[in-house]
């Protein structure tokens, strides 16, 4: 059974820096490309950044605008979203998901078949 462990959200003031983490377990992590995405109050879960499996390609929505970064350790079988110049639109649950099929580039949306349960991310202005 796959499980995604988020965590490292909080609260952060306009232009501040938070580092999101995802431990992942039940499959061979190294194995599937994996990203990361929100959801505001009201919207739909939207895609924000991928990693392909062996973490050589990474991919990014277009509001991002060079602010975020994804990386992957798969001795740790974790993925990280590193999040700077935050904006109070950034505000958000923020899930990690993993992709349903081996070997894929994390490039989002579709894909993905496993979520973790989401952490709160706040930016206050």
């Known amino acids: 059974q796959v499980q995604l462990v988020e965590s490292g959200g909080g609260l952060v003031q306009t232009g501040g820096s938070l580092r999101l983490s995802c431990v992942a377990s039940?499959?061979?992590?190294?194995?599937?490309?994996m990203g990361w995405f929100r959801q505001a109050p009201g919207t739909e879960r939207v895609f924000v950044g991928g990693?392909?499996?062996?973490?050589?390609?990474?991919y990014y929505a277009d509001f991002v605008e060079g602010r975020f970064t994804v990386s992957r350790d798969n001795a740790q079988d974790t993925v990280y979203l590193q999040m700077n110049s935050l904006k109070p639109e950034d505000t958000a649950i923020y899930y990690c998901?993993?992709?349903?099929?081996?070997?894929?580039?994390?490039?989002?949306?579709?894909?993905?078949?496993?979520w973790g349960q989401g952490t709160q991310v706040t930016v206050s202005d």
């Open positions: 998901g993993m992709e349903r099929h081996g070997y894929g580039l994390g490039q989002g949306p579709r894909g993905f078949g496993f």
């Open positions: 039940g499959r061979t992590f190294s194995r599937y490309g």
């Open positions: 990693i392909s499996w062996n973490g050589r390609n990474t």
